[in-house]
């Protein structure tokens, strides 16, 4: 069992980016089944799962090492936190558009003005 001295920042970090990108899955998988996927600003909300993430990460931390953190390790904890659950989410999106919906992502493309000319179906 870790005592409150040697929990590592950076397991913490990686646990809970873990966690936060399997609630963007969740919440992508629920979008797409509900049809709602085409709706751009309902992928605002993936704002609020980042914070959520964020907050629950700083909250644990602070309750399991019994300490304040200090401001340069609060941000290397939500680096760590936002990098590992952005990649991860990116790694899924990836493999989701080349491998299980390939169809998606061009309608994506159609619905998006901004940002679809951007988007490459191939």
């Known amino acids: 069992m870790e005592t409150p001295q ?4 950076e397991k913490v970090g990686i646990k ?3 966690i936060t990108c399997f609630a963007y899955i969740s919440y992508f998988i629920f979008m797409k089944y509900a049809n709602l996927i085409e ?3 309902l992928r605002s909300l993936n704002f609020v799962i980042m914070l959520a993430g964020l907050y629950f990460t700083f909250r644990y931390y602070r309750l399991k090492s019994k300490i304040q953190i200090d401001y340069f390790k609060g941000i290397l904890l939500g ?3 936002s990098i ?7 790694i899924f999106i990836f493999i989701y558009f ?16 901004l940002m679809g000319q951007y988007l490459t179906c191939d």
């Open 79 to 81: 680096i760590v936190t």
């Open 16 to 18: 809970a980016g873990i």
């Open 6 to 9: 040697n929990i590592s920042l």
């Open 39 to 41: 709706f751009t600003e």
């Open 98 to 113: 080349k491998l299980v919906d390939t169809q998606l992502l061009q309608q994506l493309k159609n619905n998006t003005p």
């Open 84 to 90: 590992v659950s952005v990649i991860l989410f990116a």
